[in-house]
């Protein structure tokens, strides 16, 4: 199911081609297994292009755990979209999950949010609480965070991802500060679920272990899960012989998802 993000005039619009209408592909479970819950689901790719194995495989795999995964075609750094556009996309896109949540038979307040690489980036900049245009919604339920780029500040910045999401004003201190999740984490941040493999060499996993770090010195719910093997952007890691995916869901059971 697909469902354009905005209705009339998009925010922030460079053109008119098919790059730049993000929009939801939506994957529903079946009836008997729904548990009324929903997840953003935020694929990584640099915002440079949406990685398949974490959006549509994502979608595919929370819909078989009876949860309705909404993958996010957001507008991209590669296609001259930069900060506030991209995180817009991410606000509407909650919004509009929220919006249907009656209709899909999902609790409006059992919505989160699971990125990997860039995707979880923008994801730890709603579970943070920042605003894209005027004041920020309430954020989602829980994040889930696969193999997470959350530092936009050298050295554990990746800097294509800071690029596109910054554009001209990457070196901007300020500014990459302000959008280093680690340094934002408040007592509002949701139960999150976060791993990475210490193989990972695209992301540092001290990425994952700071942004953790910053969680339980806030006393916030998390649960952190760090693979001894495994590349960067490996998505369900079923090959790879992860069972993060089983982890995960049960943590998301446990958060009544």
Request: proline share 6%.
């Amino acid at each position: 199911m697909r469902i354009d993000l905005w209705d009339g005039t998009i925010p922030h619009s460079l053109g008119s081609g098919d790059e730049a209408v993000p929009h939801l592909d939506v994957y529903l479970p079946e009836p008997d297994r729904a548990t009324g819950s929903a997840m953003l689901i935020l694929p990584g790719g640099c915002y440079t292009f949406l990685s398949e194995k974490s959006g549509v495989q994502y979608g595919q795999w929370l819909a078989s755990e009876g949860i309705v995964g909404a993958v996010v075609n957001f507008r991209l750094g590669s296609a001259g979209y930069r900060y506030p556009a991209l995180l817009a996309d991410a606000w509407q896109a909650l919004a509009v999950v929220r919006s249907r949540a009656h209709e899909w038979g999902v609790d409006s307040d059992r919505v989160g949010v699971v990125g990997s690489s860039a995707g979880a980036h923008l994801a730890t900049m709603m579970l943070t609480g920042e605003p894209a245009d005027g004041n920020a919604a309430p954020r989602p339920a829980v994040g889930v965070l696969c193999y997470p780029v959350v530092s936009m500040q050298d050295p554990l910045a990746h800097e294509e991802t800071r690029d596109n999401f910054l554009g001209d004003r990457a070196a901007d201190e300020e500014l990459q500060a302000r959008f280093s999740a680690e340094l934002r984490i408040d007592g509002q941040v949701p139960p999150c679920f976060i791993w990475h493999s210490l193989e990972d060499k695209e992301v540092n996993p001290a990425n994952s272990i700071d942004f953790a770090r910053g969680l339980h010195a806030a006393g916030r719910s998390y649960e952190l899960h760090l693979y001894q093997t495994g590349p960067h952007a490996i998505g369900l890691a079923r090959a790879e012989g992860l069972q993060w995916t089983a982890d995960c869901a049960r943590w998301l059971h446990d958060q009544e998802f």
